[in-house]
T-cell receptor, first 111, second 119 residues
């Protein structure tokens, strides 16, 4: 399985861009990178995913390095409601769609 | 559209009792996952079904845990007998996997979870 490494916590000023890094140096060629977030003990909420190209949706942007060994989730204008734990996940494809969640990054948006 | 629906939202029971957690996946989704979340271990995958068949149950902690998916719209996770260390939040997730494939690049959609407390 590809494993991911994320900083345990980060702060970001409200209105500024939040850049959350993730290392996945053992990722395989057909494995996607997914980002989820979890607010309090609600269910994890899907944010964005990608294979090798940068992706953008209404919530965030995902930047994947050319060697695919790391990625960055960008929240362009962080709000207080973006305070959550953010998980970077690399899918396991050999036997199915199992997601293995790490410890994530606890993002605190500061007023 | 209705998302993944889990019930009950909260369950408090005494140790030794049987506990049944329920999940209704998103209509049309054919893969279903059960996860458990605790402070100590984070989010752990317990079992994964594809087309109602268990594909990977290596995360099920012990024989006291069992999961079934009798049809495409319903799954249960049962603990018998329950113990205080089973206290956790249990999540269910679903995705649509192309027929004949075990893999899809689509994201999993999670329910709001069941908060289980065993006294």
């Amino acid at each position: 399985d590809a494993k991911t490494t994320q900083p345990p916590s980060m702060d970001c000023a409200e209105g500024r861009a939040a850049n959350l890094p993730c290392n996945h140096s053992t990722i395989s060629g057909n494995e996607y990178v997914y980002w989820y977030r979890q607010i309090h003990s609600q269910g994890p909420q899907y944010i964005i995913h990608g294979l090798k190209n940068n992706e953008t949706n209404e919530m965030a942007s995902l930047i994947i390095t050319e060697d695919r060994k790391s990625s960055t989730l960008i929240l362009p204008h962080a709000t207080l409601r973006d305070t959550a734990v953010y998980y970077c996940i690399v899918s396991v494809t050999n036997t199915g769609n199992q997601f293995y969640f790490g410890t994530g990054t606890s993002l605190t948006v500061i007023p | 559209d209705a998302g993944v629906i889990q019930s009950p939202r909260h369950e408090v029971t005494e140790m030794g009792q049987e506990v049944t957690l329920r999940c209704k996946p998103i209509s049309g989704h054919n893969s279903l996952f059960w996860y458990r979340q605790t402070m100590m271990r984070g989010l752990e995958l317990l079992i994964y079904f594809n087309n109602n068949v268990p594909i990977d149950d290596s995360g099920m902690p012990e024989d006291r845990f069992s999961a079934k998916m009798p049809n495409a719209s319903f799954s249960t996770l049962k603990i018998q007998p329950s113990e205080p260390r089973d206290s956790a939040v249990y999540f269910c997730a679903s995705i649509l996997t192309p027929q004949g494939w075990l893999y899809s690049n689509q994201p999993q959609h999670f329910g709001d979870g069941t908060r289980l407390s065993i006294l």
